[in-house]
């Protein structure tokens, strides 16, 4: 299984959206170079307030670019690195991912699949609505969130625009993702 990268975002300060770059520097243990959530202890300011040494299994945000297609049929218009996400991708089923899945981006970086980003409340800030197309409930009422993956950086290197990914699945039995 394997994808292209569409688009790449960081953002040194704390807001909900993150620029387009023409490429981000993802480093071993950290997450996206000058990044705010980079580090190697949670960054997100709901899980430092909880506990600040957690370890950050939130350092690179990825979202499948699908999504914005399916909002944008519901007449919510999203672009890469609006909903914070840091990696956009199109191509592969990231929510249908396990947990440890390696994904291998580029010539060099390697990311760890940790689970699924807990869409939250600053979604319908950004778009009024929006909240309840990116997370709900399947028949048998489980929430389903599709707000993208979580993952930590295992090898490091330059991620671009345009870049393939490639999927490699952990030796099972499979863990489904959850939210971290």
């Keep these: 299984m394997s994808g292209r990268v569409t688009a790449v975002s960081s953002n040194g300060e704390y807001s909900f959206s993150k620029p387009n770059r023409d490429s981000v520097r993802l480093l071993v243990g950290l997450g996206v170079e000058g ?12 899980r430092v307030a ?11 945000h990825l979202m499948h670019e699908e999504l914005f297609d399916e909002v944008g049929d519901a007449g919510f218009e999203v672009a890469p690195g609006e909903l914070g ?22 010539d060099d970086a390697v990311l760890e ?5 807990n869409p939250c409340l600053q979604i319908d ?11 709900g409930r399947d028949e048998a009422g489980n929430v389903v969130r599709k707000a993208g993956i979580m993952s930590v ?6 991620v671009r625009p345009g870049d393939r ?7 099972g039995p499979h863990r489904p993702l959850d939210r971290v």
């Design 153 to 158: 950086v295992r090898e490091g290197g330059v």
């Design 165 to 171: 990914v490639e999927v490699r699945l952990p030796s």
């Design 35 to 46: 990044d705010v959530h980079a580090g190697v202890t949670v960054r997100h300011r709901s």
């Design 50 to 60: 909880q506990d600040p040494t957690q370890p950050n299994l939130r350092q690179v």
């Design 85 to 106: 996400e840091n990696i956009t991708t199109r191509g592969i089923d990231l929510l249908g991912l396990p947990v440890g899945t390696l994904l291998r981006i580029g």
């Design 125 to 135: 800030h950004f778009r009024d609505g929006l909240l309840k197309r990116v997370v």
């Design 113 to 117: 699949v940790t689970g699924l980003r």
